[in-house]
């Protein structure tokens, strides 16, 4: 039973989030999370059909390539924060309640609906690894089996670390959107789109840099702390424009 609670962590996950601290205590609408839910999903998808494109015509592009990052981490930054401006723009629910409360309930559904296709993904690497491994080249056969071989604490800290850090990131950049529309400046927009694609490329780049577990546990550090601060200082700016 303990294995699979990564698993639940990663698919109600999001759902306790938006249930504990959207609506009893942000009291923020749950189309603000079903929006941040359904964006993400359309955003993803945009995203996998343009890296996979490329990747399938030459293997300058295949993963663990720096063209291939770039691509992945630019269509993130165009889709996703483009996604969480128009969402802002067209849905009666967050246009007319463009708030502090309802910029983080659209975050948490944003970044869980990330938390859910990741643990899906993991969750699909594990049927095939089980029970039909013979699809797998032996390469990826190996990587898959190191993936799921972490071990339950790990598998654990892994889930929390997915659906809080990424709350926290995708906190700041839905507020930074939000600000863009609440003050009817695009540098807003553009500077999230950049900032998310920096994000990006700075977490595919890690194992470049080192191969140590510590290198990527200092860059989690990092996001908290200076992520937690940025996200303080938005906050305060998204306020102040709801009050004036």
Same mark, same amino acid.
Request: proline letters at 2%.
């Given at each position: ?12 996950? $999001?759902?306790? =989030?938006?249930?504990? *601290? ?10 603000? @999370?079903?929006? !941040? %839910? ?10 996998m059909v343009i890296s996979q494109l490329p990747a399938a015509g030459s293997e300058s592009f295949q993963e663990d390539t720096i063209l291939y990052a770039l691509i992945i981490s630019a269509s993130a930054g165009l889709f996703e924060e483009s996604g969480r401006y128009f969402s802002f723009r067209i849905f009666k629910s967050l246009r007319e309640r463009r708030d502090l409360n309802t ?29 039909? $491994?013979?699809? =797998?080249?032996?390469? *990826? ?10 071990? @339950?604490?790990? !598998? %654990? ?88």
């Open positions: 039973m303990l294995d699979v609670l990564p698993y639940i962590i990663y698919f109600l996950g $999001p759902f306790l =989030l938006a249930f504990f *601290l959207g609506k009893k205590i942000l009291k923020a609408q749950y189309r603000a @999370f079903a929006v !941040g %839910l359904l964006t993400f999903f359309v955003a993803w998808i945009f995203i910029g983080i309930m659209y975050a948490v559904g944003h970044s869980g609906m990330e938390s859910i296709i990741v643990g899906g993904n993991l969750l699909l690497t594990t049927a095939v690894v089980k029970y039909a $491994p013979e699809v =797998l080249s032996p390469k *990826l056969l190996e990587e898959s089996k190191e993936v799921l071989e972490i071990g @339950f604490h790990q !598998g %654990l800290y892994n889930s929390l670390e997915r659906l809080l850090v990424g709350l926290l990131i995708h906190s700041c950049f839905t507020l930074l959107v939000l600000l863009s529309l609440m003050k009817s400046k695009k540098k807003y927009l553009w500077f999230a789109m950049l900032w998310h694609f920096g994000h990006d490329m700075v977490g595919f780049s890690l194992h470049r840099i080192s191969e140590h577990w510590i290198v990527g546990k200092l860059w989690i550090i990092f996001v908290v702390v200076v992520y937690s601060w940025i996200l303080v200082r938005l906050s305060r700016q998204v306020v102040r424009e709801t009050t004036l």
